[in-house]
Structure formats: C-alpha cells, structure tokens
C-alpha cells in the first residue's frame, strides 16, 4: 500500500490507523514496515494526525 491509498482527512486517517492496528497489527511500527512505508512517510503521517489533535497511544495500540 502507498501513501496515496491512505486517507487523507484526519479523522478519516485516524479510523483507518485505528482499525488496521486493531485487526492487523501488534503496533504502529508493525503496520509501517508491513506497508512499505518508511520512517519520514511514517512521521508525516503522525504528524498530521497530531495537528489535528491525535496522539498515538502504545500502550492502546490507537489514536487518540
């Protein structure tokens, strides 16, 4: 999966995030290599995410 199948909106994005980690992945980092995605990609990702005022949650395995 490319960066261009991910959703763009936020909070669309942080529903994505948060149904794949929960059906799919044991962490963010899990998911981001699984998708080919790279550390600058990954970070680009949660930057976004964060300026739209979502945190990822380890311990949770989500954004929230």
Known sequence: MSLE???KDPVMLMSFLNM???DH???LEAFADDMDINEQE???ITDKLQNAGFTYDSARK???
């Open 5 to 7: 199948n991910i959703p």
């Open 20 to 22: 794949k980690l929960r």
């Open 25 to 27: 992945y044991s962490s």
């Open 42 to 44: 990954l970070k680009s």
């Open 62 to 64: 989500q954004f929230v």
